[in-house]
């Protein structure tokens, strides 16, 4: 998935918007504060849905299935924990693995992951926070064929493969893409949201380098720097005492 998306990205073609923009310095960061901002905006967001539905969904995660809930469909309508042994090292789904396959609670966080990287890929498009990520994306039909392909082939690896890529045999209902779906289009709008926090308020990552022409250590640069500045008065006109040259 990250091949085929660095694939669909890569074929974005320049815009006349990136020949108006100064080039960046020789001591610039590689990891810009822009680019902090939404690395890690987007990663508490991911961080806290998948974490969440992974130690808690058995609490609020909706399973439309009764016989999905076992013996917890009379007092619950939850999905059933899919982890394989309780917090006490008890049995818990490892009763149930070889009969009915892997579970659904642990198949939505694969696919609630997966859907939420589908719609991080619009958010990818734009990285100076601008605030359509839409813009063009008609005018890049590879982006759109790699970004259907990868949707596409979520879809079936879920509802198709079951036990090949240890997904639940038969995939998941409509509601749990239903779901997924919603969760992916919020962190549109969550993205949308962190682009007006002002740069200044992340952190820079890395190490700032100094102008190698200001360090008066014996080196090339310094060495370069004293000739050109050494055959620079070698060449001056000279000047007489009145002010004017020779």
Avoid at 74 to 93: E, H, I, K
Avoid at 210 to 225: G, H, I
Wanted: proline share 6%; with cysteine.
């Amino acid at each position: 998935m990250d091949s085929l998306a660095s694939l669909a990205l890569a074929t974005e073609s320049p815009k006349e918007e990136l020949l108006q923009r100064p080039p960046y310095r020789r001591d610039e960061y590689i990891i810009s504060r822009k680019m902090v901002k939404i690395i890690l905006g987007v990663s508490f967001y991911q961080i806290a849905i998948v974490y969440a539905i992974v130690f808690g969904g058995e609490n609020f995660y909706p399973e439309p299935d009764p016989k999905w809930r076992f013996e917890r469909a009379a007092d619950t309508t939850f999905v059933y924990p899919g982890r394989r042994f309780d917090w006490d090292s008890s049995p818990l789904y490892e009763d149930k693995l070889s009969l009915y396959g892997p579970s659904r609670h642990l198949t939505n966080v694969f696919n609630v992951f997966v859907v939420l990287q589908i719609f991080n890929m619009l958010n990818a498009r734009k990285i100076n926070d601008e605030k359509n990520i839409f813009a063009g994306i008609f005018e890049n039909k590879m982006y759109l064929i790699i970004w259907v392909i990868i949707a596409g082939g979520q879809v079936i690896i879920v509802q198709l493969t079951g036990r090949v890529f240890k997904c639940a045999i038969g995939g998941l209902p409509w509601e749990h893409w239903v779901i997924a779906i919603v969760l992916g289009v919020i962190e549109l709008f969550y993205v949308a949201l962190i682009k007006f926090i002002p740069d200044s308020f992340c952190p820079q990552l890395g190490k700032k380098q100094k102008n190698p022409f200001a360090n008066e250590d014996q080196n090339v640069l310094s060495l370069r720097k004293k000739r050109t500045q050494s055959f620079s008065l070698r060449n001056a006109p000279a000047v007489n005492k009145e002010g004017s040259g020779r």
